[in-house]
């Protein structure tokens, strides 16, 4: 047992040094690894020996990061993909069959949507939406053949939280496999393996980079669901470039410290924006408005980097809105240094009915915030340059 708390994990593992003796871990840009003789060969691909072949399977910048996220998450094995959505396909794929079911929470991340929507028809794997606010009404909906559980807490953009000590016990009860996204709250805030998640899908592009530089996906869990999901990954090729390894494994380095600061600014933001007189439906886990904010209290350290809320007025205003907050970064990206503002209605969950929407607890006017790392009064003045411009 790792007795290290969690800054010195994110920052004192690493990969064996060359005989260099660098200080900071190389890159290994290699598609592939030489044996030394056929002996060699025949072994590692015969998984009689530990090692690196090819870097589509396996390289010391991915092991790097899988083992400190590993650490992070409290998981037993893992694996990177090159997109989030690689990893939650990867993680549903590689594991469920034709004739199969699947119990999903309605507010997930729009591609995840249309995957099992849209493709996982097609291969006859079934999915039933369940409300996350409303855990108790899921067990009714759990069928002979439901194999997992695929949720995302909080979810975006709506902001909603699921009790994962509840379904963590449901999961237990059916021997059901819990699959969590765990990319709004990172490990810094929440670890779904203490409530017996078996695995923790990520997309790293948000948080876990926390700067705006790659696309890149994780998958942590169980030693004997890693194994299945490996094979799947390493014979359907989502992999990641050991450059972005690299990028993301130094970004969990100062993970601790960035969360701590973009969930302070968020925390302050929150609470501002609900003194306005312009601004209505102010969420943010934290607050003693929201609905569930005992559970966030509960299961989350800190209330997280994303705040959303509507503009009065409606649509109309809402872009105005948009187009006058010239200082913050209007783009389809979150968990960056830059705070990000999006308008979910006409981008990210565009794709959704307007009846979807509403289910998901996105109204016409809702606008997201992606809180920075700018300072907090800086933030604050382009809001209200915003807010009055758009009257
Ligand atoms: C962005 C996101 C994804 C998809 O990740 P990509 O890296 O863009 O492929 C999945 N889930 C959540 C919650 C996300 O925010």
């Known amino acids: 047992m790792n007795s290290e708390h969690f800054e010195t994990q994110a920052i004192r593992t690493q990969t064996e040094q060359t005989q260099f003796r660098e200080h900071s871990v190389p890159l290994y840009l290699t598609s592939s690894f030489v044996f030394e003789d056929a002996e060699m060969a025949r072994a590692l691909f015969a998984d009689e020996l ?103 807490t909080p979810s975006n953009p709506g902001l909603d939280l699921v009790d994962l000590e509840w379904v963590g016990k449901l999961a237990d009860k059916y021997q059901l496999i819990l699959n969590v996204d765990n990319c709004f709250a990172t490990p810094y805030l929440q670890r779904p393996t203490d409530y017996g998640a078996h695995l923790v899908s990520h997309s790293a592009t948000k948080w876990l980079d926390g700067q705006g530089r790659t696309i890149a996906g994780i998958i942590v869990g169980k030693a004997d669901l890693l194994k299945e999901l490996r094979f799947f990954c390493r014979h359907t090729g989502p992999a990641l470039s050991p450059f972005n390894s690299w990028i993301l494994s130094k970004s969990l380095e100062t993970l601790a410290v960035r969360m701590e600061k973009h969930c302070l600014n968020a925390m302050a933001l929150a609470e501002w924006l609900e003194t306005l007189p312009d601004t209505e439906d102010v969420r943010y ?39 006058n907050a010239r200082a913050l970064s209007h783009t389809a990206n979150l968990g960056d240094t830059r705070t990000i503002i999006t308008h979910p209605a006409s981008t990210t969950h565009s794709k959704l009915t307007v009846e979807e929407q509403a289910a998901v607890g996105i109204t016409p006017g809702l606008i997201r915030i992606s809180v920075g790392l700018e300072h907090l009064e800086d933030i604050k003045q382009a809001i209200a340059h915003a807010l009055e411009q758009s009257r």
């Not at 997280?304 to 409606?314: D, E, H, P, R, T």
């Open 50 to 152: 530990p090692g690196n072949i090819y870097t589509r399977f396996s390289n010391p910048n991915h092991e790097e990061l899988v083992r400190k996220m590993c650490l992070l998450e409290g998981a037993e094995d893992g694996l990177v993909t090159a997109s989030g959505m690689a990893a939650m396909f990867s993680s549903m794929a590689g594991l469920l069959s034709s004739g199969d079911h699947l119990l999903i929470s309605r507010a997930v991340f729009g591609s995840t949507h249309q995957i099992v929507t849209r493709l996982f028809p097609r291969w006859g794997i079934a999915h039933t939406y369940v409300d996350p606010t409303r855990p108790e009404t899921w067990e009714a909906e759990i069928r002979p053949n439901t194999r997992m559980i695929f949720l995302e």
């Open 285 to 323: 886990p934290f607050l003693p408005s929201h609905p569930q904010y005992a559970l966030a209290r509960k299961q989350m350290s800190m209330g997280g980097g994303l705040v959303s809320f509507a503009v009065k007025g409606g649509l109309e205003r809402g872009r105005k809105f948009l187009d």
